[in-house]
């Protein structure tokens, strides 16, 4: 993320970290070793950014906010140790997933212990409506995530069924850090309504921009092995609008590609220049700035000010990035 975006709430990121190596502590060594590895393995930190920023549009800052951050950030990186798990993944953020490093029984185990420290964060440092929200948005990312496994390799997948994925797995846990925010500031409904939306739509874009990078990055680029999801049998949007328009030939060879079970170099390959010449990468692209750019338009309730420009930064970072 560019350093500039954060130049606002930059001491309050700091405090994160800090957070982070102070409260993630067990008398279980290997839980403190595997939970150090997977908070401090890079990560974007998005999503706490834009807690921290669209609470400092409403000018308080106290101390609560960094560690509303820190947990926000860690039940997302509990859901990530429990996918890796799920999607038998071996690279996480460039380097070996905590699956690999201790298997899965450490990796879900940790995952959960993570879950109980940010609960723990959200009842200490926050409000009952806070942790309802937090709740049913931690609900809406595990029926993302199971619909999505029930759509593994169908090939019927529509746009509105994907839209519901990501709109769970991914836009849920944006759309809170906005509305967290106004919460935790007490704001109106007016303003709270504005920052969720502006989160949310953030997060589908989001998710929207990673389903174009998995097709054309490499490793080393995206932190993680590239056609990622196509190998896992999940059909994201730039497949999901080819297929509408290929002809028989390349419908023949995408359903045979899975058929197979374990999508070798070549059959991805030949999808990826399926969904490149069937356009479908550019209109996923095109859909995601329409995300970018209807996130950004929710915060004109708000009146000019460096945090706003930071949040407007960080929609335009979230297409442009290349990882």
Not at 5 to 27: N, R, T, W
Not at 54 to 70: F, K, N
Not at 109 to 121: P, R, T
């Amino acid at each position: 993320m560019r350093d500039e975006l954060l130049i606002p709430v930059e001491g309050q990121m700091a405090e994160v970290e800090k957070i982070f190596e102070a409260h993630l502590k067990s008398d279980v060594p290997l839980v403190t070793q595997a939970a150090r590895y997977v908070t401090q393995n890079g990560g974007k930190r998005i999503r706490p950014a834009i807690f921290l920023l669209s609470a400092a549009l409403a000018g308080q800052r106290h101390e609560r906010l960094p560690y509303l951050a820190a947990a926000i950030e860690l039940v997302h990186t509990a859901s990530l140790l429990h996918d890796d798990v799920v999607d038998n993944a071996n690279l996480r953020r460039g380097k070996p997933s905590a699956k690999v490093k201790w298997g899965n029984h450490i990796s879900i185990l940790v995952g959960d212990f993570l879950w109980c420290k940010a609960s723990e964060f959200f009842i200490n440092y926050g409000s009952d409506r806070l942790s309802r929200v937090v709740t049913k948005a931690i609900t809406s990312i595990t029926e993302g995530e199971i619909l999505e496994i029930t759509k593994l390799n169908d090939l019927t997948i529509d746009e509105g069924t994907y839209q519901k994925i990501i709109e769970g797995k991914t836009a849920a846990l944006f759309g809170i850090c906005g509305q967290g925010a106004a919460i935790i500031q007490n704001l109106s409904e007016r303003f709270e309504t504005a920052l969720q939306e502006f989160a949310f739509n953030l997060g589908v874009a989001f998710q929207l921009t990673d389903d174009v990078l998995d097709y054309i990055s490499d490793d080393d680029n995206l932190g993680k092995e590239s056609g990622a999801d196509l190998r896992e049998g999940k059909l994201t949007l730039p497949l999901i609008i080819s297929l509408k328009r290929c002809g028989p030939d390349e419908t023949r060879i995408i359903r045979e590609s899975f058929l197979t079970g374990q999508i070798s170099k070549d059959q991805f390959k030949n999808i990826v220049d399926i969904v490149h010449r069937r356009e479908g990468i550019p209109e996923t692209a095109m859909l995601a700035r329409q995300y970018a750019d209807k996130a950004k338009a929710c915060l004109d309730v708000f009146k000019p000010s460096i945090e706003r420009d930071a949040l407007m930064g960080l929609a335009d970072y979230t297409i442009e990035r290349r990882a």
